[in-house]
């Protein structure tokens, strides 16, 4: 889910297309021709019940929730087993695979950091598991090897998952995450010797570190010591510490705390001038927040509110002295930006600097004297810039129509980065000079794929209730509509999340194979700011269901694809979309991916950060309409007996943001009520979380299976 610092998303699957009928007999059984599983045996518990105001509900599958305990060991062998051997059979995979791994072998990097005339950037030669952090003098020089997360495990599932350089760039402050957790341990390393020193922080989650000036220290977020239960168990009591080095853990001071709000978690930051910490508050996922600020130069100096009521989202850009500015919703569901002088920062004080425009300010930040907005107009990046009292002063030109992101850098930088991605677009960094305002290409990848053969159009639909949800539609030029298409149509629809147009080899490899991708901006997301998310939330959120199957219907009704050819997928959040979607639809559809998804929508809450997820879901506690809301669409409660599409279902069984049980549950229920001959397979990685840090080696073999999986469920051959 989002990271706000809460919550995170990772999302990302394959695209999808069209092919015309096979001028050979099929190597792989037609849907029609597949013949029923015998599926691992999963045990019933019709003992176990829960009582929702005075409604009972059995959850059968409850001992699925223990990932570790043997019964459930052996069910996700056999599971494994079963679906690899289904996969496995299937000729293309290799053929397919190799043709992702020749694609993903180019040159990625990470955009570069200043701090004390050095930079700091992640580099990854091609197929490297994890991307290699380095140090040069100059955003183009010579690099050294700072930290190679490569040479830390085997497997290579142990990836750098944030870090931090002092302000004289001498030292460096690094996260690591073990198979993909949320829990992160992190380490410092003098950079000039390349050694680590004896600090280590455990227990940290959703948190990055901030350093005070004078390099003794940094401030960051943790929960308790999670103990045995740590992928599963309830997270509470988040504090905000500091830890000052050379001293152990057990030290840390308490910067910040809410005792009387266990479920709340913080974020801080030191500004720019090393003079204030500014902790912001958060209790969901909602962008709602709160604003403490603190006097670092005075020892006795006591945390002074800001924004003392949870009226909207506040976002720190800056300061000069007192003035802070900050981008917010409040009266400006597109978001604004105000300046509030913090020695009399009640509402009737600020300055508007930026106004509301008609489109989503999606980000920004103060940097080489201006504020950078990037905005998105129809789910597309444009950046403008104004001065410090909002003042225009242009635009920075992109490429195309795709995403841009970065813009980082201090108040008095004299240059900025950025990143710009379509879905034909490699990730290409930019460099931005606010001298000559000339933005010129900083680092851009060569992959083995020529851009110009294909197209990306936008289309604009009607969903159940009228409304117009926009959808990009790519795929190689030239493709005739016939209406037999292989397609992948991808959603999310949640947690104010936008899905602008990305770069992903899968995708390409995709297309090139003769599909369509498809992907919808539905409801709940940011793409039209806080209305549009308020569209898709809690009592709303079948509007997000019913956007994604009009999404479909248009998709055939325009000759694009045709059901048995139309497969959909999402992660997460959109993982929970193609369950309820695959149920409520099962005859729009040939295939289904759901990953890593929120499937049990009456316990979700009770796992990890879960319950910071009910700003957008409600949770079944809140009273008998949320609870008969949830009930009615809940993918582990509606697999009722009919029949479905070819479904697999992926997840990590290390995911301790989404944690397995959902999906195990879910697999273990459409298992027993498909009614048809089409499989339905669960892909359980093991030594894997939500997605972020997965080794490349693995997410190739995810994406070639995925692939496999779709060329045999929609029935076609694919041109590679």
Not at 220 to 236: I, S
Not at 387 to 415: M, Y
Request: proline letters at 6%; one cysteine or more.
């Amino acid at each position: 889910m989002r990271m706000t610092p809460a919550v995170a998303l990772f999302f990302a699957l394959v695209g999808c297309g069209e092919q015309p009928a096979p001028t050979e007999p099929s190597p792989i059984p037609a849907a029609s021709e597949e013949t029923a599983l015998n599926y691992p045996d999963a045990r019933r518990d019709d003992t176990v019940s829960d009582d929702y105001f005075g409604t009972p509900v059995a959850d059968p599958y409850r001992w699925l929730e223990d990932p570790d305990a043997p019964e459930s060991r052996t069910w996700i062998e056999a599971q494994n087993t079963l679906t690899q051997g289904w996969i496995g059979a299937i000729d293309a995979r290799k053929t397919w695979r190799d043709r992702l791994e020749k694609l993903w072998n180019y040159e990625r990097f990470g955009l570069p950091h200043e701090k004390a005339g050095r930079y700091f950037f992640t580099h990854n030669d091609g197929l490297q598991d994890q991307a290699i952090l380095y140090v040069a003098d100059s955003p183009t020089g010579d690099k050294t090897v700072l930290l190679d997360p490569n040479t830390l495990s085997e497997d290579g599932t142990i990836s750098l998952a944030g870090y931090a350089v002092s302000e004289d760039g001498t030292k460096l402050a690094y996260g690591l995450s073990d198979g993909g957790s949320d829990w992160r341990t992190w380490r410092v390393r003098d950079i000039a010797t390349g050694k680590d020193t004896n600090d280590v922080v455990e227990w940290v989650k959703f948190s990055g570190a901030s350093w005070t000036h004078d390099g003794a220290g940094f401030f960051y977020g943790r929960y308790p010591d999670g103990g045995d239960d740590k992928l599963e168990a309830h997270n509470d009591n988040y504090k905000v510490y500091y830890h000052r080095l050379g001293t152990p853990q057990s030290d840390d001071t308490v910067a910040y705390e809410r005792p009387d709000e266990p479920t709340w978690d913080f974020g801080s930051r030191v500004t720019d001038d090393g003079k204030t910490l500014v902790v912001t508050s958060w209790r969901s996922t909602a962008e709602i927040n709160l604003v403490h600020i603190k006097d670092l130069t005075s020892p006795d100096a006591e945390f002074r509110a800001v924004v003392p009521d949870w009226t909207g989202s506040f976002t720190f850009l800056g300061n000069v002295g007192n003035k802070h500015w900050y981008k917010t919703d409040v009266d400006a569901p597109k978001s604004r930006i105000v300046q509030i002088d913090v020695t009399n920062p009640g509402k009737e004080h600020w300055v508007e600097v930026v106004p509301q425009s008609d489109h989503v300010l999606e980000t920004a930040s103060m940097v080489g004297g201006k504020i950078i907005g990037s905005y998105l107009e129809d789910a597309k990046s444009v950046v403008r810039l104004f001065d410090q009292d909002g003042s225009p002063a242009g635009q920075i030109k992109l490429p195309g129509i795709g995403s841009a992101s970065g813009f980082g850098g201090k108040l008095d930088s004299t240059e900025t980065f950025f990143a710009f991605t379509s879905y034909t677009t490699p990730t290409t960094l930019y460099r931005y000079d606010f001298a000559t305002g000339a933005a010129q290409v900083h680092r851009q990848p060569d992959v083995d794929f020529d851009p110009a053969e294909f197209e990306t159009k936008q289309v604009f639909y009607k969903s159940k209730d009228g409304t117009a949800v926009p959808m990009f539609i790519t795929h190689k030029k030239g493709l005739e509509p016939t209406g037999d298409t292989p397609t992948i149509l991808y959603g999310y629809g949640g947690f104010n999340i936008s899905l602008s147009p990305g770069f992903k080899v899968e995708n390409i490899v995709w297309m090139e194979a003769g599909g369509i991708y498809a992907v919808a901006n539905l409801r709940g997301g940011n793409e039209y700011g806080e209305e549009w998310h308020q569209g898709g939330i809690k009592q709303n959120k079948q509007n997000v269901f019913d956007d994604f199957i009009a999404a479909a219907e248009y998709l055939i009704a325009n000759k694009y694809t045709r059901p048995d050819r139309l497969a959909i997928t999402g992660r997460s959040n959109g993982g929970l979309l193609i369950g309820a979607t695959v149920q409520q639809r099962p005859e729009l559809f040939g295939a289904a991916i759901p990953g890593v998804g929120v499937m049990d929508m009456l316990r979700y809450h009770t796992w990890t950060i879960g319950h910071f997820w009910a700003s957008d879901y409600g949770t079944s506690a809140d009273d008998k309409a949320m609870f008969e809301y949830l009930h009615a669409y809940s993918p582990v409660h509606n697999a009722k007996e009919q029949e479905y599409p070819h479904i697999l279902v992926t997840t990590g069984d290390h995911d301790d943001r989404v944690v397995p049980a959902h999906s195990f549950k879910f697999a273990a229920a459409m298992q027993r009520a498909q009614r048809g001959p089409s499989p339905v397979l669960i892909r359980i990685e093991t030594r894997a979380g939500h997605g972020a840090g997965t080794p490349i080696k693995m997410l190739i073999d995810q994406r070639a299976d995925e692939a496999a999986f779709l060329v045999r469920a929609l029935n076609f051959t694919p041109k590679l």
